[in-house]
DNA sequence: ACAAGTAGGCACAATTTTGTATCCTACATA
DNA sequence: TATGTAGGATACAAAATTGTGCCTACTTGT
């Protein structure tokens, strides 16, 4: 679990530490185009294990960047959509990822 | 040790996985205005130890975005900047400063 | 009857990341 | 002579993060 009441030493500190860890950044990502299911990020998320996308999918949560959805259902369904300060995060993210893909591209 | 050689799934994954890490996002924006000494650094960057600070600048300086300059001077003198791959990623740090002073201020 | 899908929980283990303490050089100043 | 300085190195220890394996309840499909 990520620590808790961690202080941050400024704003750019900060927002790493809110987005930091192994899966947070490609989450977000793919939330970016509306809601998802539980087993459509597990699919889409390469590498995650179940345990590793409930724990993020709790801190994303918990952190208010993400809203999390319960329906009373058998089977069970579990939908996330980002929420409004989730959604200001996509364009940086995006910015990241055009860097991200210029640098591949080099190799 | 950040481990080398870990495949990124995209580019958002890769893009995280460069600029990870506790420390790598507020010294590339304190290397954004130009030239940094490491005491300077380590003065600048609060909480962070000599030697996480020397890791995390080689660590940088292998995935080149940061360039080390050493004088062979005594007592020794070692400068640091921003390498042009570096440089482009300091807008989207901007961004992300800019949403954590937002968040911050929201408390 | 039996397996598969759904969204996880839990205990524990392995890995990764970060921190602490101590040491080094070679010169300068007190 | 002792101490300070800059920029580290190194061994070891602790903490944080991530992974493994096994478990649940209920329903639908074969």
Redesign the interface.
């Known amino acids: 679990m990520i620590k808790k009441n961690k202080t ?9 530490q ?1 987005i ?1 860890g192994k899966y ?3 989450i977000l ?1 793919y939330l970016k185009d509306g809601i998802m299911r539980y087993g459509e990020l597990k699919r889409i ?3 995650i294990t179940p345990k590793m996308l409930t724990q993020t999918l709790r801190e994303l949560e918990e952190d208010k960047l993400i809203m999390r959805k319960v329906y009373k259902e058998v089977p069970p369904r579990v939908e996330y959509r980002l929420s409004e ?1 989730g959604k ?2 996509i ?3 995006d ?10 591209a080099m190799e």
Do not use: H
Not at 95 to 104: A, F
């Open positions: 941050a030493y400024c704003p750019v500190d900060y927002a790493f809110r930091g947070k950044g490609r990502w998320v390469e590498g300060t200001e995060l364009p940086f993210i910015q990241m990822r055009i860097w991200g893909e210029k640098q591949m």
